[in-house]
């Protein structure tokens, strides 16, 4: 008996270490050396400031997008609000930031009453033309501006980034993923 | 046809019989058997100097305009940037050095804009996983095409 599992024993280990390296895969893109996420400050939906390096300790997903979209954005928040659900107790250890592309209209206020539809845990930014442009060139986020008959509405990047607790820019999913792939990812970044 | 006929035709053709009866048998081997690759990774490097060469007035052309890829078989796509300027691709920015590693779950055409490319647009073609017998003829027919690979 003693010998069967000595001679079980290596395969066990690496059916384990084979196991673990598959759960801490990623689902979403991953970067590879991840870079610091760029630090910015903007206002924050809560009224106070935005300063994303105060989020240091918990895992971030960032997102872009604005109130007034229709399509893109109520879906991708309403999958973050399930992952946050499902999360349970590990919750706490998230942070959803959304950045507004659409200085113009979200206002504070706007942004708080739109995103606690969601979660009101999550918080949202906004801020000045200028400082929001320079937020999206160093994410590498772009947002155009499109005339419609009732006014316009804004095309811009649906992608949701992944910081990891020390502010590192890991990972990136792409738009169309269910709340469990965002669980098993952020999951991932916990474990580190 | 009458016997008579068919039999000159054997006759005269009959050293293709056998070649018929090669290429039916490649034909329902690869229509049958499953598509393994070594690996599901398409690599793309944006190699050093290009941004620099760009900048001299040359037309570089470091990606193709479109890549295809194929659900379950060459389904990730891997960005490297060797180059020593930030380069963009999609709306995903990449520091000299870093590879970004994309893994597609969804058939569909994706629309990217891309810094590595003159015209500035890049496609990416996700097709569905070739499961039935025409599709992995296709597949390994358009493989063979492309890349000269008989996988």
Known sequence: MKRVFTLLLPLLCCAVVANAENSTAFIAGVFSPPRLAPDFSIRGSDGGELQLSRYRGKVVLLSFGYTSCTAVCPMTLAVLAQAHKKLGALGGNLQVVYVTVDPERDDAERMRKFLSAFDPSFIGGTGTAAQLAAVRQNYGISATKIPTPDGYMMSHTSYVYLIDRNGYLCALMPFGHVPDDYVHDVNVLLQK | ?151
């Open chain 2, 1 to 151: 046809m009458t016997g008579g006929r068919l039999s000159g035709y054997l006759r005269r053709y009959w050293v293709c019989i056998p070649l018929a009866g090669v290429v039916i048998a490649a034909m329902g081997w690869a229509a049958l058997t499953p598509i393994r690759t070594e690996s599901r990774d398409n690599l793309f490097e944006i190699p050093k100097g290009t941004w620099a060469r760009r900048m001299a007035g040359n037309k570089v052309e470091i990606l193709p305009a479109e890549i295809r890829l194929t659900l379950g078989v060459r389904d990730i796509l891997v960005l490297k940037n060797l180059d020593d300027v930030p380069q963009v691709f999609g709306s995903i920015l990449m520091m000299p050095g870093q590879s970004f590693r994309l893994p597609f779950e969804m058939a569909a055409s994706y629309q990217f804009a891309c810094t590595a490319h003159v015209s500035g647009q890049m496609t990416i073609v996700v097709d569905p996983n070739p499961v039935s017998p025409w599709a992995r003829l296709r597949w390994r027919a358009g493989n063979l095409w492309r890349s000269g690979q008989w996988q």
